[in-house]
């Protein structure tokens, strides 16, 4: 059976910055969308009130602007993805068509859901995050790269150090942070068990 490669080692592409500390959960995804059935059109509604706001103030959010149109990259600052613990905005996110995530810190179940998505979130020193901030904005198009393997971000000629767990970055390395395609890569192994379990084939126990 022929398997997809879920490998994540690199990513490339422009820049989405979006600037202030301790941005949560339901400003990245506003509650009323958590009613929809699925993830597909998240993407659409992505920083929602934010963007509605900056319109009504005549400001273009950065999630609007057509030179960051594309972006793969979003840039962040301090505790980015607090607050509660809503999947849907990393799926939010992922949908918009962010593949990694760098800034300063995360919220910690945020980031565990980024990584159950395969999006990566790679954190900086303050300094190194305010000057690729600094530089990002001044150029949408500044060639860009996370490394996984180097542990590295590179913006503008720039490189900075970036830190991610060891664990979440031998996840994405491996590909085993998709843990459906994991799932059936076994599918033998589950069958093989499922026939060991009474209770799944018809016998009840005493």
Not at 50 to 62: E, S, T
Not at 158 to 187: C, H, N, Q, Y
Request: charged share 25%; glycine share 10%; aromatic share 8%.
């Amino acid at each position: 059976m022929s398997t997809v490669d879920t490998r994540v080692r690199t990513v490339t592409g422009t820049t989405v910055v979006i600037d202030g500390h301790d941005i949560d959960t339901d400003r990245i995804i506003p509650a009323r969308f958590l009613k929809h059935l699925t993830f597909d059109a998240l993407g659409n509604h992505v920083f929602e009130d934010d963007r509605k706001q900056n319109h009504a103030q005549g400001v273009v959010h950065p999630f609007d602007d057509p030179a960051r149109a594309g972006a793969s990259i979003l840039l962040t600052s301090k505790n980015f993805g607090c607050g509660s613990s809503r999947e849907h905005a990393a799926q939010a996110l992922y949908r918009w068509g962010v593949r990694a995530v760098v800034g300063e810190t995360f919220g910690e179940i945020f980031r565990g859901n980024c990584g159950t998505i395969g999006l990566p979130c790679l954190s900086l020193s303050p300094q190194d995050a305010q000057d690729a901030r600094t530089i990002a904005a001044a150029d949408p198009q500044a060639e860009t790269e996370v490394d996984l393997e180097k542990g590295t971000f590179s913006i503008g000629g720039r490189t900075f150090a970036a830190e991610i767990s060891p664990s979440l970055r031998d996840a994405f390395l491996s590909g085993t942070w998709d843990t459906l395609t994991e799932l059936l890569k076994s599918t033998g192994e589950v069958k093989a068990a499922t026939a060991r379990l009474p209770y799944l084939n018809g016998f009840r126990s005493a």
